[in-house]
């Protein structure tokens, strides 16, 4: 008998029973389990009675405030992930919290209900993922027990095994990055303008960089900086994101120039982040030294974060985010030629402008358009799958097999779309 896994449980803390209330009706169509206090002491009398997935608090509370809860749920109770809803007024504490690793989280007051809930579906999803992890890691380590204890003769056992775990290694490597891909999909969709612009700048970094040949550890971290260039902006405003640069007043230039910053420190916990988050907060530095945060000049600015300057600089000109006037794919090379030797590193501008200048090469498996209908499995997308509202729902390299096949007719039936695929056929499956 299958026994059902415990509903993922969430803490709510705040003094005004009205807050909880609303927040009690915002989680009530989630399936989550929710539990409320009224202040710190209650909270902690809950965690220490009930299973509690993560913590939901308030930020200004008579007595022990939000912080101070959340510092000893840490030491009490470090599984549990830990959001501070804050003000404007309160930023810096929180940002201190969240460097010393008490706090995961934080959501500006007032929230927006449909945000409130994505970042906790993302915690939920991540607590999940980190469970899978632990089990796999669990699993692997059983298994070389096993292994140690099996003789000479089933050496074609441990191969196979070896197999199965580098397939399942690469899975989650592959899951890793389109999992990034949707969540920046979804923070794109806060505005039309935004979206498809992340992976268009992931996409043209890639080819920089393999023109100029950058060394292991940059041609990894690039594109997940790529992707994620932009995450500190989801502090702004819809107002603030939707006016070109060149219009933003003063104000509103100071909080924009504030997200490199706030997007390297909310990586800060992520251990497979720490070379991703100094080229985020330095994607708007100049070659000159006058760029932003840290007014770095020249090869003091990491590779990486150059090559991705020049990327979004060109996407930023061809959605007419600097100005409101979208420029032509050739006006906006130009553009970023200009700024050659001032705006932008000289190398990484020759490799941009080599990326035009040459035929590109045939690729060395064809690529075929397909309707759904004509889709095999074997087949490997060759570009990311997107719904027509920009939501990411396959990424390229995704080899398909029957049951993604089905799952995409049923979305183009239910949706009543007629689909095609860029797709390769692999050379042993063309025979």
Partial sequence: ???????????????????????RRLFRATGWRILTAGHADEALAVLAAEPVNAVLSDMRMPGMDGVQLLERVSLSWPHAARLLLTGQADLGSTIAAINRGRVHRYIAKPWSDDELVLTLRQVEERQRLEDDKQALEQLTQLQ??????????????????TEELAAANDRLKRNYLTSIKAFTALIELRGKAQVGHARQVADLTRRIA??????????????????????????????????PLNRLDRDELRRYRLHPVLGEQALLACDDMQGVAPLIRAHHERWDGQGFPDGLRGTAIPLGARILAVADAYEDLRSGHIDGQALSPSDARRAVLAGRGSQFDPAVVDAFAGLFSVAPAEPAVPTLQLRTADLRAGQILVRDFVSPEGVLLLSAGQRLNEDLINRILAFERKHQLALRLAVQVPQEAGK
């Fill in 1 to 23: 008998m299958t026994v059902a896994n415990p509903p993922w449980t969430l803490l709510a803390v705040d003094d005004e029973p009205n807050i909880l209330a609303a927040l």
């Fill in 210 to 243: 393999q023109a100029m040949r950058l060394d292991a550890n940059t041609a990894h971290d690039l594109p997940i900086a790529a992707l994620l260039h932009d995450i500190g902006q989801i502090g702004l405003s819809d107002a603030l994101l939707a006016r």
């Fill in 144 to 161: 070389n027990e096993e292994l140690k204890a099996l003789n000479t003769g089933l050496e074609a056992r441990v191969a196979q095994r």
